[in-house]
């Protein structure tokens, strides 16, 4: 068990339609990480939030968004959704925000667009 | 910008067997490297890292250097037991204009099965 909370594990939606993804970090872990896993990607970084406040982005679409609140857990917001958005994705929490830090990730919420 | 190249799977081995992983990086700096596992229906989980160029990263038999010459990271482990099974992604992460990011970058993954 990795400490990392995702909720729900599976979504089934149709296209046009918006979801809320949530996790809970590790207790103690300031930084939040949203990753995408999809066959023909591989694992892509989304984005990635520290105490509260955005630190880097990636990959993102425009139709997707994300924040972190204050007790530190986040939701990752994907509206419009896309036939092409039907992917896993995994959530992952580290201590601090910097290169060495090990990340420690959810069992993911996978997504499914009918 | 940042890759991360593995060698193509899937790869498959009976126990026992010595086990190497290929694992290239393409960075501007001075990246932290890092292998995941991934068992099936699960999130990844740290197998080990390394920081720094001649690092040696290891964990339950898996060793990894870090070699800056060769821009390498190679996962080897000596003998494979059935439950080694999974994928196993080569990541790194690391700075630009001063900043430390802690993002992953990841290789493609390498689909791992032991028979007993």
């Known amino acids: 068990d990795s400490g990392v909370t995702q909720t729900p594990k599976h979504l089934i939606t149709a296209t046009g339609q918006r979801v809320t993804l949530r996790c809970s970090p590790r207790?103690?872990?300031?930084?939040v990480y949203w990753y995408q896993q999809s066959l023909d990607q591989g694992l892509q970084f989304l984005i990635q939030y520290y105490n509260g406040e955005e630190r880097a982005k990636g990959n993102i679409l425009e139709r997707f968004s994300a924040q972190q609140f204050p007790d530190l857990h986040s939701e990752l917001n994907l509206s419009s959704l896309e036939l092409g958005d039907s992917a896993l994705y995994f959530c992952?929490?580290?201590?601090?925000?910097?290169?060495?830090?090990?990340?420690?990730f959810g069992d993911g919420t996978r997504l499914s667009i009918l | 910008g940042d890759s991360v190249t593995q060698m193509e799977g899937p790869v498959t081995l009976s126990e026992e067997a010595f086990l190497t992983i290929n694992c290239t990086y393409t960075?501007?700096?001075?990246?932290?490297l890092f292998w995941y596992v991934q068992y099936p229906g699960e999130g990844l989980q740290l197998l080990l890292k390394a920081t720094k160029a001649d690092d040696k990263g290891s964990n339950k038999g898996f060793e990894a250097t870090y070699r800056k010459e060769t821009t390498s990271f190679h996962l080897e482990k000596g003998s494979v037991q059935v439950s080694d099974s999974a994928v196993y992604f080569c990541?790194?992460?690391?700075?630009?204009?001063?900043?430390?990011?802690?993002?992953?970058?990841f290789g493609q993954g390498t689909i791992l099965t032991v028979h007993p």
């Open positions: 992952a929490s580290s201590v601090g925000a910097g290169k060495g830090e090990p990340q420690h």
């Open positions: 207790s103690g872990d300031l930084s």
């Open positions: 960075a501007t700096g001075y990246p932290s």
């Open positions: 990541a790194l992460s690391e700075g630009a204009g001063g900043t430390s990011y802690g993002k992953l970058t």
